[in-house]
């Protein structure tokens, strides 16, 4: 399974873009990167996946460069409510989720 | 739609007491999943089940728990006896069966806070 590292905490400011990266060197073929939101007393929840180049959705872009080696989640305009703890992800089957330790966002006003 | 469900939401209890916790998935998922978060570390998988069928309980950490999933519905995690070291948050999460490539995302619930003194 693909051990990924993330920065272990971030803080910015309300409006501003910020960017997590997450590195996983080892990453299989067939996986994907998926990227979870978890706010406190709350379960995981997902934000983001992606296979190569580049994902967006509502709330987040995901930027995965050609090697694969590395991949950035970024949230647009941060708010406070954007406070929580991040965790990027890296595998293919369902069977089941491998959470390290994420990086915790703390948004000031 | 209603999101994934857990019962209770804190418990405590003394060691040596039984504790069974309940996960509603939500309807339609035949992929369970059960999580635990013991104090200061990292959210861990326990086992997963689709549908009634166990297909995953290599995360169960000893023959203390037991999970059932009776009917491919709800699901309980049994603890007998507690131990100190299973204080932690118990996190169920569900998903649908069957993509073609990628995992699903999974739901989860929002937990089930376990103390046991």
């Known amino acids: 399974l693909a051990k990924t590292t993330q920065p272990i905490s971030m803080d910015s400011y309300e409006g501003q873009e910020v960017n997590i990266t997450c590195s996983h060197n080892?990453?299989?073929?067939?996986?994907?990167i998926t990227w979870y939101q978890q706010f406190p007393s709350q379960g995981p929840r997902f934000i983001i996946q992606g296979y190569k180049t580049k994902v967006t959705n509502e709330v987040a872009s995901l930027f995965i460069p050609a090697d694969r080696k590395s991949s950035t989640l970024s949230l647009p305009r941060v708010s406070l409510s954007d406070t929580a703890v991040y965790y990027c992800?890296?595998?293919?089957?369902?069977?089941?989720?491998?959470f390290g330790t994420g990086t915790r966002l703390q948004v000031f006003p | 739609e209603a999101g994934v469900t857990q019962f209770p939401s804190h418990s405590v209890i003394e060691k040596g007491q039984t504790v069974t916790l309940r996960c509603d998935p939500i309807s339609g998922h035949d992929n369970l999943y059960w999580y635990r978060r013991v104090m200061g570390k990292e959210i861990k998988f326990l086992l997963h089940f689709v549908k009634e069928s166990k297909q995953d309980e290599s995360g169960m950490p000893n023959n203390r728990f037991l999970a059932e999933r009776t009917g491919g519905t709800y699901s309980t995690l049994k603890v007998q006896p507690a131990e100190l070291e299973d204080s932690g948050v118990y996190f169920c999460?569900?998903?649908?069966?069957?993509?073609?490539?990628?995992?699903?995302?999974?739901?989860f619930g929002p937990g089930t806070r376990l103390t046991v003194t």
């Open positions: 992800l890296v595998g293919y089957n369902t069977d089941k989720l491998i």
């Open positions: 999460a569900s998903s649908q069966l069957g993509r073609l490539a990628g995992p699903y995302e999974q739901y």
């Open positions: 080892n990453i299989a073929t067939n996986d994907y």
